[in-house]
């Protein structure tokens, strides 16, 4: 089901001091008894205000918290989960003056230099590198990088040196300045040496929340088809660590949140083919997430086909029932009403990828 916040829900602001606090933890990837020794208060009074937090901003659950902490700016992209509140700034350059070289997240960790792919040896010291990718020009100090890499069971030997030495020779290929540097606060990406595709998608979801805002649906739609051509298949794929799997989460849910939005525009805007399509594959990946399957029986009924959209529903209601022990929600069961009565599909609720849009 789907974990994302949408773009009409209150930002951080709606929450007191202390309800902040809690959800910048959350968004960490910190449990209610880390939280609860941080803030000195019960483990239940951390379960209290979270439960607090989902009500006030009309979230789902933790999940949906975590993507809502990144998005509200609470916790920035690359952020470990013990690592102290930063400043969210990514350098991009701009596409006249891209980086002769290119790191990709968003599916396989690969680097390219000049369009060839290099080799960045074993899985852990790839994971260093992903994790000065997503810091942002940052820098990160050694033991940020253990917590980020190797989590509570860190390495007996003094390995992140050796890794930052192989990877700078890997980058370097032979050829060309340094890409990492160290600082008196630790290691980096030289700032604008590197164009990494987090950081473009994070331009694109801006884009798209000014285009959307500005009542732009063809450059929202154009826009949320560039971001979602970044990605090559699972963020972070393979990858180890703690930070690892938290950003894999969040950009899993931005990118559904991306075609969510994208196939909820093109629906507006009467393209039900292009449509249909699309959501059939992401209904079939994603079966328990039932405004998806709303979506598609919207979609299914206003280009005729009944009989289909009216299967869509009955696949999800025993999905949900042999899965999840659960009846359908009332936006499956508020479509299936309109296709029985046979009304006119009314205008959609406002797109609900919250996360595509950001701030």
Not at 148 to 163: C, I, R, S
Not at 332 to 355: K, N, V, W
């Amino acid at each position: 089901m789907p974990t994302t916040a949408t773009t009409d829900r209150p930002d951080a602001t709606a929450l007191g001091r202390q309800e902040r606090q809690v959800l910048s933890a959350v968004g960490c990837g910190l449990g209610d008894d880390e939280i609860a020794d941080a803030l000195a208060v019960p483990e239940d009074t951390v379960a209290e205000l979270l439960a607090r937090i989902l009500v006030k901003l009309g979230l789902r659950d933790r999940a949906a918290a975590i993507v809502h902490a990144f998005d509200c700016g609470l916790v920035a992209p690359g952020r470990g989960p013990r690592a102290r509140p930063v400043s969210r700034t990514v350098a991009v350059r701009a596409a006249e003056s891209a980086p002769r070289m290119g790191i990709s997240l968003l599916g396989p960790l690969q680097v390219r230099r000049d369009g060839r792919l290099l080799r960045l040896g074993h899985l852990r010291q790839q994971a260093v590198l992903a994790v000065l990718a997503l810091g942002a020009g940052r820098p990160l100090g050694q033991q940020e990088l253990l917590d980020d890499v190797w989590g509570v069971e860190p390495p007996v030997a003094n390995v992140v040196p050796v890794y930052i030495y192989r990877l700078r020779k890997a980058l370097c290929d032979g050829a060309g300045p340094a890409v990492i540097e160290r600082g008196p606060r630790g290691y980096q990406l030289v700032p604008g040496a590197v164009d990494v595709d987090v950081a473009r998608l994070e331009e694109l979801v801006t884009g798209i929340g000014k285009a959307d805002r500005a009542g732009e649906p063809l450059e929202t739609v154009r826009l949320c088809t560039r971001a979602l051509d970044l990605f090559r298949g699972e963020p972070l794929a393979g990858l180890p660590g703690p930070l690892a799997e938290l950003e894999r989460l969040r950009l899993v849910e931005r990118r559904i949140a991306l075609v969510q939005r994208k196939l909820e525009w093109q629906l507006r805007l009467g393209q039900e083919a292009e449509a249909i399509a699309e959501l059939f594959a992401l209904s079939a990946a994603h079966p328990l997430n039932e405004p998806l399957a709303a979506m598609l029986m919207r979609a299914l009924y206003r280009g005729g086909r009944q009989a289909d959209a009216l299967l869509v529903f009955e696949r999800a209601r025993r999905r949900l029932a042999d899965d999840l022990g659960v009846p359908p929600s009332g936006v499956l069961r508020r479509a299936h009403r309109m296709i029985l009565r046979g009304d006119e599909a009314g205008p959609d609720p406002g797109p609900s990828a919250g996360t595509a849009a950001g701030p």
